[in-house]
C-alpha cells in the first residue's frame, strides 16, 4: 500500500469520526421542556383573551341573579299647561322600587343555564391551555431537530471538504482523473446548499419558539424521558371521554340547552310583580302607593312559539355536537396512538439503516483506497450515511411529539396534570366576587382585590 493510501485511510477514519459526532445531543442549557412549558403558560395572550371571555360568562351569572332583585328608579316630571287662557305648571318627583316576585321558574332556569354556561367556558380555557402547551411542546422538539440538522449538515461539509482536498491530492499524483474531483465538488456544494437550508429551517423553528413561549431560546436542553403511556388504545380512549375539556365542555352546553327548553317553556306562564311608589310636587303634596300585579302574555303573534321550537334546536345540536366531539376525541387518540408506534419502529428501522450504511460506508472507502472504488462510490456511501441520520432525527421528534400530543387527546396536558409546580389561574377567583352581582362596598372591594390580582398576572 502506498503512503498517499495510507494517509487517505486515515483521512477517511477522521471524516467517520465527525460523521458519528453529527448527532450528539445540543450543549447542556438551562432552558428545558418544563421551562418552555412554563414560559408558554405565562406569557400566552390566548389564555389571557380566553380569561377574558370566561370573566364575561362569569357576568352573565350576575345579570340573571339581578333579574331577581328590586329595581329602584326616580323620575322629575314638569308639566306645562295652557288652556283657555289659564296657564299652569306641575313638578312632581317620584320613587318607585318594582321586583318580580314569582315568574314559575323562568329566572332560575335562566340563573342555572348562565352557570352552566360559565362550567363550559372554564372547559374551553383548560382546552386552550392544552393547545397552548401543545405549541410550546411542538416549538421544542422542531428547535432542538432543526439544530441537530444544522449540526450535522456542518459536519457533513466538513467532510465533504477533506474528501474533495483529498480527490485534488490525488489527482495530482495521477490516481483519479478530474471528473472524480468534480463530483467531489459537485457534492460538497451541495452539502452546503443543504446546510443553508437547515440553517433558515431553524431561523424558522426559533421563531415559532418564540410565538409560542416569547423569547427566543439560547439554547435548549434534551428533552426529558418520555410520557408512559396507558397499557392499550381502549383505555387511553377510555381516560379521553373522561378528561378531555371539549368532551366535558360540550357536555355542559348540552346542560345549558336544555335549561334554555325549560327557560322558553316557562315564558308563557303568568308574572307576579310588586311595587312601591312614592311621589312629591313642589307644593309639598305628596302621595304613597302599593301595588301587585299578574300579567300573562296570551298572544305574541307566534314570537313565544317559535322561541320554544328553537330552543329545541340548539338543544338537538348541542347533543349532536357533544356526539361529535366525543368521535373526534376518540379518533385524535387513535392517530397520536399510531404516531408513537410508527415512530417507534421507523427509529427501529433507521437504526438497522444506519448500522448498514456505516459498514457500506467503512467497506467503499477501504476498498477506494486501493483504487478499487471511485470517488464518486465514496460520496454516495457518504450520502446515503447521511441520508439515514437526518431521518433518525426526524424520527425521534416525531416519537416525542407523539406522545404529548396523545398527552392532549387525552386531556392530560395541563400544567396541573404535567405538574409544572406553578400557580395557575384560578377561574373561581372572579366568579366568586361577582356571581351575587355585588353593589355593596364590601362585596365591592372583594371584587377590586380580584382584578388587582387579575391585573398583576396579566
Excluded: C
Amino acid at each position: 500500500m502506498t503512503g498517499f493510501a495510507k494517509s487517505y485511510r486515515a483521512l477517511m477514519r477522521r471524516s467517520v469520526l465527525a460523521i458519528a459526532l453529527g448527532t450528539a445531543a445540543l450543549p447542556a442549557a438551562a432552558e428545558t421542556l418544563g421551562d418552555t412549558l412554563v414560559a408558554a403558560y405565562r406569557n400566552s395572550h390566548l389564555l389571557e383573551q380566553e380569561r377574558a371571555v370566561l370573566r364575561a360568562a362569569d357576568e352573565d351569572v350576575a345579570s340573571a341573579m339581578a333579574a331577581l332583585r328590586p329595581v329602584l328608579e326616580w323620575t322629575l316630571n314638569h308639566n306645562f299647561v295652557e288652556s283657555e287662557g289659564f296657564e299652569s305648571t306641575t313638578t312632581t318627583t317620584a320613587l318607585t322600587a318594582s321586583m318580580t316576585l314569582y315568574d314559575f321558574g323562568r329566572s332560575r332556569a335562566s340563573i342555572d343555564a348562565a352557570k352552566e354556561t360559565v362550567l363550559a367556558t372554564r372547559y374551553a380555557l383548560l382546552g386552550v391551555e392544552q393547545d397552548v402547551l401543545l405549541t410550546a411542546v411542538q416549538a421544542f422538539m422542531e428547535v432542538r431537530e432543526a439544530a441537530e440538522q444544522v449540526e450535522l449538515q456542518q459536519n457533513s461539509v466538513r467532510v465533504l471538504g477533506q474528501e474533495l482536498q483529498a480527490a485534488q491530492d490525488r489527482f495530482e499524483v495521477g490516481e483519479i482523473t478530474v471528473t472524480d474531483v468534480a463530483q467531489a465538488n459537485a457534492q460538497l456544494a451541495a452539502s452546503r446548499a443543504s446546510l443553508s437550508s437547515a440553517e433558515g429551517d431553524l431561523q424558522v423553528a426559533y421563531e415559532d419558539y418564540a410565538a409560542a413561549t416569547g423569547a427566543k431560546p439560547k439554547g435548549l436542553n434534551a428533552p426529558p424521558p418520555l410520557p408512559k403511556r396507558p397499557a392499550s388504545l381502549a383505555a387511553a380512549q377510555a381516560s379521553a371521554q373522561k378528561n378531555h375539556p371539549s368532551i366535558l365542555q360540550a357536555s355542559r352546553l348540552v346542560a345549558a340547552a336544555e335549561l334554555g327548553v325549560a327557560a322558553a317553556e316557562a315564558e308563557r306562564n303568568p308574572t307576579i310583580t310588586g311595587s312601591v311608589s312614592a311621589q312629591a310636587d313642589k307644593d309639598g303634596g305628596s302621595q304613597a302607593g302599593l301595588g301587585l300585579s299578574l300579567s300573562q302574555t296570551l298572544y305574541s303573534g307566534g314570537r313565544l312559539s317559535a322561541t320554544h321550537r328553537k330552543s329545541m334546536a340548539q338543544r338537538d345540536e348541542a347533543r349532536s355536537s357533544l356526539l361529535n366531539v366525543s368521535r373526534q376525541v376518540n379518533q385524535a387518540v387513535g392517530i397520536a396512538w399510531a404516531n408513537i408506534d410508527v415512530a417507534q419502529a421507523q427509529i427501529g428501522a433507521i437504526n438497522q439503516q444506519i448500522s448498514a450504511a456505516q459498514q457500506a460506508y467503512d467497506g467503499v472507502r477501504e476498498e477506494a483506497t486501493l483504487g478499487a472504488r471511485t470517488t464518486l462510490d465514496v460520496l454516495d456511501a457518504e450520502q446515503s450515511l447521511l441520508e439515514a441520520r437526518v431521518d433518525r432525527i426526524t424520527a425521534e421528534a416525531t416519537l416525542q411529539l407523539a406522545h404529548y400530543q396523545l398527552l392532549a387527546a387525552m386531556g392530560l396536558l395541563t400544567v396541573k396534570d404535567l405538574k409544572l409546580g406553578i400557580p395557575t389561574y384560578d377561574p373561581s377567583a372572579y366568579y366568586n366576587a361577582v356571581r351575587d352581582a355585588p353593589y355593596t362596598s364590601r362585596q365591592g372591594e372583594s371584587l377590586d382585590r380580584v382584578m388587582r390580582a387579575l391585573g398583576k398576572s396579566n
